[in-house]
């Protein structure tokens, strides 16, 4: 049962334009939830986060908008630009424990085209 | 990369076979994590450290052992490889003692083919 969601594999957007990745989660009880960007043979990198008692977090050209009654999130990029092409996860955490795990969705494929 | 070195980067085993991967931070965080990552299923928790000796399973954690004595040093054992450990490995820490929201941050991956 995928409590994190990314219903859509990949997405193509021309440069400048805005691209809007979405996140749908099951679980209420996450309170923290995070994006990170994946290029190919690295390692995630951390993008922007969010907590659940918010409901917009802005770091330049990079925004994230949550939903607590939809149970969504999504990250808005603007403008695009061709090396933001990369893997995007969205990644929720469970609230109330001592612990830091991360549940991640299945990511998004972007590609920027110049 | 955060002071995160994985290794070995990429390795080719037989099934059967025992195969340890090691994670090590310069980064002196209490919190190490274990992920796979696999076409169709992104990032999945494999196991975790909350400290020296300290560490617990996560969602996929059949097959895999963890070790680690040392704050600095995380292991990751395939006792007996098989096929369907074939996977990109994935090293993270967490410096939660700083702040309770601070994110992970993840090695460069560890390729391994079990053939």
């Known amino acids: 049962d995928q409590q994190v969601k990314q219903n859509s594999p990949s997405l193509s957007v021309q440069e400048g334009r805005i691209s809007i990745l979405n996140c749908d989660y099951t679980?209420?009880?996450?309170?923290?939830f995070l994006w990170y960007k994946k290029y190919p043979a690295e390692g995630p990198t951390f993008l922007i986060s969010i907590s659940s008692i918010k409901d917009k977090n802005e770091d330049g050209r990079f925004t994230v908008f949550l939903n607590k009654s939809a149970k969504h999130l999504s990250l808005h990029i603007v403008p695009s630009q061709p090396g933001d092409s990369a893997v995007y996860f969205c990644?929720?955490?469970?609230?109330?424990?001592?612990?830091?795990?991360?549940?991640f969705g299945k990511g998004t494929l972007l590609t920027v085209n110049p | 990369d955060a002071g995160i070195t994985q290794s070995p980067r990429h390795k080719v085993t037989e099934t059967g076979t025992p195969v340890t991967l090691r994670c090590h931070q310069t980064?002196?965080?209490?919190?190490m994590y274990w992920y796979r990552q696999d076409p169709g299923h992104g990032l999945r928790l494999i196991h975790y450290?909350?400290?020296?000796?300290?560490?617990d399973k996560g969602e996929v954690s059949d097959g895999y052992s963890v070790s680690r004595s040392k704050t600095e040093d995380f292991l990751l054992t395939l006792e007996s490889a098989t096929s369907s450990q074939t996977s990109v490995y994935f090293c993270a820490i967490s410096g939660q003692g700083s702040s309770y929201n601070s994110p992970l941050h993840f090695g460069n991956g560890t390729r391994l083919t079990v053939t």
């Open positions: 990644a929720a955490r469970l609230g109330g424990g001592s612990n830091y795990k991360l549940t």
């Open positions: 450290s909350y400290g020296v000796k300290d560490t």
């Open positions: 980064e002196n965080h209490r919190y």
């Open positions: 679980n209420s009880m996450f309170d923290y």
